[in-house]
């Protein structure tokens, strides 16, 4: 263990000047860092967590463990229902350009592409729509909307942002398989006690129970939600934030985990 924590100390130390710095920085007291350095003893993860996002290194590459495969990253659901915007305008357009054709008769290859057109832009247009309605739960009524057409201020993170592996020095030994780290990134779920840039640790489950906190995956899309159900027994995702909006739940939606706990580093902006 001793070895492996003078590795993590000296890949941290090596990018700042001093010790003193990453103090600083990181807002962990110098004392602090010195006995961990001199003991060669890890950081409590909390505070790990912190120097990770304080030198913009992902904790996996300190403590000398492959990160998670990285995928395509998303900006947000806006650009998305931009760009599929601009794809059915497009393929409209295409439309019209074939329909209007001089050509008496059109070949089996034009009718099968036109075909193939007006299922594509069938598809794209799904889902662009907002659904406006409410749902009664015990915790009150909520506001729904479909995820495609989320609020501004709703960011979409990919796997390196937002989710990192749990060193196994933190979890029991042979269980570290069964969690891992979500980055909050917005205000979305403060009255839950998850502040923006705070980190959870996650229990891997695709199962929830009524009230949970739960993380979504939505294709390559991670969010951070309460999972209710109304008083028909059907799911749905609640902003923990006083607005009592919630997200319809989706078959394209599963549950990769359930929140153990807020890990809440000290981190400095």
């Not at 806006?78 to 209007?100: C, F, G, M, P």
Request: hydrophobic share 35%; glycine share 4%.
């Amino acid at each position: 263990m001793s070895e492996k924590a003078q590795l993590f100390w000296q890949r941290v130390l090596s990018k700042v000047d001093s010790q003193q710095e990453l103090a600083r920085m990181t807002g962990i007291k110098r004392g602090t860092i010195s006995t961990q350095i001199s003991g060669k003893r890890f950081p409590k993860l909390e505070e790990a967590l912190t120097i990770a996002h304080t030198l913009k290194t992902p904790l996996e590459e300190f403590v000398g463990i492959e990160p998670i495969k990285k995928t395509p990253s998303i900006a947000s659901m806006a650009d998305v229902s931009s760009r599929l915007e601009a794809l059915k305008k497009q393929t409209e357009h295409s439309l019209k350009l074939l329909l209007n054709s001089p050509l008496t008769q059109l070949t089996k290859e034009m009718h099968e592409l036109v075909h193939t057109l007006e299922r594509m832009l069938q598809n794209y247009t799904i889902g662009l729509d907002v659904i406006e309605e409410t749902a009664e739960t015990d915790t009150g009524k909520y506001s729904i909307s479909a995820f495609d057409s989320p609020p501004e201020e709703h960011k979409i993170w990919d796997i390196p942002k937002a989710i990192h592996q749990v060193p196994s020095l933190y979890i029991p030994s042979g269980s570290q398989q069964n969690y891992f780290v979500f980055h909050s990134n917005d205000e979305s779920m403060a009255d839950s006690g998850i502040e923006k840039d705070s980190y959870c640790l996650i229990r891997k489950n695709d199962k929830a129970e009524h009230g949970q906190v739960v993380v979504i995956r939505i294709t390559n899309v991670f969010i951070l939600k309460q999972f209710l159900r109304n008083k028909e027994g059907q799911p749905l995702l609640a902003y923990c934030d006083g607005s009592k909006r919630a997200i319809s739940y989706t078959s394209r939606m599963n549950i990769i985990g359930t929140l153990v706990r807020v890990l809440k580093p000290s981190v400095k902006t």
